[in-house]
């Protein structure tokens, strides 16, 4: 499994931006996938999940309304868009499968493989 994010930038607050993460082995059929995020001097903290299906999805408490977690299975990718995006949102983001597990998760220890992470600013 060979993660790559990408999508990150600079924008104000209000504003919108998409995450992709492209897997380039062969597991992304198979596998749950999710979104984490780690703010300078933070731990890494869950921000959403799909299940293989993408019929399951959960998201933090703090982004839902405002995030979307989608997968496109044709492209073996997942996507992040993030609407009215806000300062706290600000960190480091993060693709992250299972291993041969199509259920989606929340919890940190539930996923096998990351991607080297994506930088999102937010400026107020």
């Known amino acids: 499994v060979q993660l790559q994010a990408s999508g990150g930038g600079l924008v104000q607050a209000g504003g919108s931006l998409r995450l992709s993460c492209a897997d380039s082995?062969?597991?992304?059929?198979?596998?749950?996938m999710g979104w984490f995020r780690q703010a300078p001097g933070k731990e890494r903290e869950f921000v959403a999940g799909?299940?293989?299906?993408?019929?399951?999805?959960y998201y933090a408490d703090s982004v839902k309304g405002r995030f979307t977690i989608s997968r496109v299975h044709a492209k073996n990718s997942v996507y992040l868009q993030m609407n009215s995006l806000e300062p706290e949102d600000t960190a480091v983001y993060y693709c992250?499968?299972?291993?041969?597990?199509?259920?989606?998760?929340?919890?940190?220890?539930?996923?096998?493989?990351w991607g080297q992470g994506t930088q999102v600013t937010v400026s107020s």
């Open positions: 992250a499968a299972r291993t041969d597990n199509a259920e989606a998760a929340q919890s940190i220890h539930d996923f096998d493989y």
């Open positions: 082995g062969r597991t992304f059929s198979y596998s749950g």
């Open positions: 799909i299940s293989r299906s993408g019929g399951i999805t």
